[in-house]
């Protein structure tokens, strides 16, 4: 009998988060007469796929005819450094266009080619124009749709309510999740034999972030103590421009729109230093003069790409070299330049809600002047490991989807390949856990001493007399984050972060927490630290074990990518019972190895 | 350290509160939202308030700043008055804790909405031209953050009208379904009889808070308004009415319901 009470509900499927992976993988589970849930954190709406600017990359062909699913496979592969699960990134590829246009189907007003079709813009990476998009709020379009859909079919959401663990069965299987309601402290059990987790990013635990108080990997966690694996945590991606001053826009993005569109950058002499960091992997597409490079806006057969428009982790790495080097802003990052580009007007069509935010949040006017950015934390490619076409993980009944799920976008991603990755293995987990579900799955009742644990360690911080504050405790860990495991890593830093995070461990058990359990903010961080911990510890140890430099992961003492490196992921998972204070064990296992007819495709464009 | 910002919050649950002062030392650049998270962090940890996305597009840090209601992330403290920052809950909706309001009435709304329902979509895709989609992706700027659904007085200080009113967020809503160039459904009816579009006044309150600078009340109410006059009043289908003896429709027959 359990001793703490719950409110509980059944369900088919249970999903973990409404962003655009959420969403859309309940639309599935619905359309097949699925009972089915929507658990978040936050209000319906507030995801932060809200933020994705740029837009949804699709091989539609409207603008460039000649784009098709094989370059969009071969851009998605060479900018996650072959990394890549290929079967996902082909997957993707195939399927995106459809889920874009299926999305117009729902009510999506997409912005227009001459033709009346859906016009796509130029991204970094990305050999042609392919993101279809609108304006620069693609996110809001994309989760205001999905939401809609969803509300329109009548499923079930529980809003503002946080998942503490996923239950399993004796034999491993899912059986439900717990947790509590943010409003009212009150906890709560659901049943059901499937659970797509969708929760995204865990950006939480880095100082410089684009990432809101949401993203601290929960999802990631929640698989890996449920017996699930993890890969590739130690790819992750800082975007080239994210705001460092001033203060109210600190880690605020800048979207990439901004460089497709004229935006080019300089350090403080002035000088257009991207044309020195061309890697020779993209020098044959790259433009090397000035000249070269402004031609190409207007008309992409009239010369090569800008070297502004290299994939994200290129741009990056770049900036970072150039601060170091003394030739930074005063506030430590480099100038983005538009405003001597482009008119004012063009900016204000093109551009309006950067035009517009920066305008408000910061008294800076983007038509007239310089931006001051830099590398933020922004997204991880790693995750949890799942299979291609069915988003499942290794636990039975346990699915992800979105940017909790590792392998897409190998080491680095492309822009645009995020919304459309959402869409793609949303839809594809949502079929798959259906299929589970009508397959006979059905769901063990819950282990009640379990739920009691749980509960018990969740509100021990509201119990405890004189322990330390889950701000302190966040701040120091995002500091030492930032610091030992970075942009830029090594290997003494790495091995400092992983000393560390065991005294995080030992901090972590005994926070204190002031006041009640309703609507706590402190409270509702001291629940997240085991999480945020939890994804920090693989990233550092994926760190470690990844001695060379690749896309989103790079190390100062091994600066080129390996060979035998490039054959393997790295596997974390915790054999001896989940926990944030229990053993990682980190293992590399060989890749995925790609199809015949698919390898042809990178011999041709030699 | 200097205490050169002083900040009173409205703090209290769903029985009652009082306001509640803080001195914090003035930092450059800062947002509301940034002097919020500075009081958790260091004075009060279990200061309830609502945020995601810090950078005004989640819409979910709506408060009341000096009695205007704002989101708390794009309000700069530098433009405020100097001596003293007022940070009250919204007004219309039922408290939870502190900053953070049941917003629940809006969601019960969304749910009521006829849902988009397209004609059938010809060989190649749809086609629809820039001009005929900017209408409608003006409305669907909106980030729900509800301050207009806040200000607006037919509920603010009217709770009776939230069972048959929709709000302004909700008649943008309605307005880009009405202008979306593929949609079937109607909805005039339903928006004349049950969700209250004759009760605003056009004071243009909602378009004067709104953070997406959405004109709300010209852009979407008053087209709407005429929409519906027409629909319901216009004098040929009147006569029509008398002379055949035909019934105007009731919302739900005048909708077209969509497919499952």
């Known amino acids: ?606 | 350290m200097a205490s050169d910002l002083k900040i009173r919050v409205w703090r209290g649950d769903s029985t009652g509160g009082h306001f509640e002062e803080y001195d914090l030392e003035r930092v450059e650049g800062e947002v509301v939202l940034d002097v919020i998270h500075r009081l958790q962090a260091t004075q009060t940890p279990d200061l309830a308030c609502r945020w995601n996305c810090k950078a005004g597009k989640c819409g979910s840090c709506s408060a009341e700043i000096n009695g205007r209601p704002a989101l708390m992330c794009m309000t700069r403290v530098e433009e405020l008055p100097k001596d003293l920052i007022t940070v009250t809950p919204m007004r219309t909706f039922p408290i939870i804790r502190d900053l953070v309001t049941d917003v629940s009435f809006n969601y019960e709304m969304a749910k009521q909405v006829p849902a988009f329902n397209p004609s059938p979509e010809p060989e190649g895709g749809y086609r629809m031209q820039q001009v005929d989609v900017a209408r409608g992706q003006e409305f669907r700027k909106c980030i729900e953050c509800f301050l207009c659904q806040d200000v607006c007085h037919v509920i603010r200080d009217h709770d009776e009208h939230k069972a048959h009113y929709a709000g302004p967020r909700f008649f943008i809503r309605y307005a880009e379904l009405e202008m979306h160039p593929l949609d079937t459904n109607d909805r005039r009816e339903l928006l004349r009889q049950k969700m209250g579009l004759g009760l605003c006044n056009i004071t243009k309150c909602c378009t004067e808070v709104c953070p997406e600078h959405i004109k709300i009340t010209d852009n979407a109410i008053i087209p709407l308004k005429e929409r519906v006059v027409g629909a319901s009043y216009d004098p040929v289908a009147w006569v029509g009415r008398v002379v055949l003896r035909r019934k105007k429709r009731t919302p739900d027959e005048a909708a077209v319901q969509p497919a499952p």
């Not at chain 1, 290929?86 to 007003?109: F, K």
């Not at chain 1, 079929?431 to 063990?444: I, L, N, P």
């Not at chain 1, 282990?447 to 509960?455: E, G």
């Open chain 1, 1 to 606: 009998m359990a001793i703490h009470e719950t409110s509980h509900s059944e369900y088919d499927v249970i999903v973990v988060g409404a962003g655009g992976a959420g969403l859309r993988a309940a639309v599935e589970s619905t359309r097949r007469g699925l009972r089915t849930l929507i658990v978040t954190k936050s209000l319906l709406g507030k995801a932060h796929t809200v933020m994705a600017e740029g837009g949804v990359a699709a091989a539609m062909g409207n603008v460039y005819e000649e784009d098709n699913w094989k370059v969009h496979f071969r851009d998605t592969m060479r900018g996650g450094k072959m990394l890549n699960n290929y079967r996902m990134a082909e997957l993707h590829a195939q399927e995106a266009p459809d889920r874009v246009r299926e999305l117009e189907a729902w009510g999506a007003l997409f912005d227009r080619t001459p033709d009346g079709r859906i016009l796509q813009r130029d991204f970094g990476g990305h050999r042609y124009a392919r993101l279809a998009h609108v304006g620069d709020r693609t996110g809001l379009e994309l989760i205001r749709t999905l939401q809609q859909k969803v509300v329109s079919m009548g499923v079930d959401v529980v809003m503002e309510c946080k998942v503490l663990e996923i239950l399993t069965d004796a034999d491993g299987k899912v059986a439900g999740c717990v947790g509590y309601m943010r409003p009212s402290g009150e906890f709560v059990t659901f049943s059901a034999p499937s659970v797509i987790l969708a929760t995204g990013g865990v950006g939480k635990a880095w100082k410089y972030t684009s990432n809101s108080w949401e993203s601290t990997g929960d999802g990631h966690a929640l698989a890996l103590w449920a017996g699930a694996e993890l890969i590739d945590m130690e790819c992750i991606q800082f975007h080239p421009t994210g705001m460092v001053w001033p203060l109210s826009v600190r880690g605020l993005l800048v979207t990439e729109g901004v460089r497709g569109d004229g935006g080019v950058l300089r350090n403080s002499t002035g000088e257009r230093f991207m044309f020195n960091y061309v890697a020779d992997m993209f020098r044959a597409e790259t433009a090397d003069s000035e000249e070269e490079a402004d031609k190409w806006y207007d008309d992409h057969s009239a010369g090569r790409r800008p070297p502004e428009l290299l994939p994200r982790d290129e741009v990056a790495r770049a900036i970072n070299t150039e601060v170091k080097a003394g030739r930074g802003t005063p506030h430590g990052g480099v100038y983005l330049d538009i405003a001597s580009r482009r008119s004012a007007e063009f900016i204000k069509r093109r551009l309006p809600s950067m035009y517009h935010q920066f305008m408000e949040l910061a008294g800076v006017d983007i038509t007239t002047e310089p931006m001051e950015i830099g590398p933020t934390c922004h997204y991880i490619m790693g995750g949890v490991r799942v299979e291609a076409d069915t988003a499942a993980t290794k636990v039975p009944g346990l699915f992800a989807a979105g940017e909790v799920a590792g392998g897409m976008h190998g080491s680095n991603r492309l822009g645009g390949n995020s919304l459309s990755d959402l869409l793609v293995f949303g839809r594809r987990a949502g079929m798959a856990a259906s299929d589970y579900v009508e397959g006979g799955a059905t769901a063990s009742p819950l282990d009640a001493a379990r739920v009691d644990k749980v509960i018990d360690e969740a509100i021990a911080p509201l119990l405890r007399e004189g322990g330390e504050s889950p701000y302190d405790i966040h701040r120091d860990l995002q500091e030492m984050m930032q610091a030992n495991v970075g942009i830029i890593r090594t290997g003494s830093e790495l091995e400092a972060a992983r000393n560390a995070l065991d005294e995080f461990a030992e901090r972590v058990a005994r926070v204190a927490v002031k006041g009640g359990r309703a609507y706590n903010p402190g409270w509702n961080l001291a629940t997240d630290l085991p999480s945020m911990l939890t994804v920090s510890r693989c990233t550092t140890l994926g760190a470690i074990n990844r001695t060379e430099s690749r896309g989103g992961h790079t190390r100062e003492d091994y600066p080129t990518p390996d060979a035998e490196m490039g054959k393997v992921n790295f596997v974390h998972s915790q054999p001896s019972g989940g926990g944030y204070r229990e053993e990682i064990k980190t293992v590399p296992e060989p890749i995925l190895e790609m199809t015949a007819e698919l390898k042809t495709l990178f011999e041709e464009a030699k």
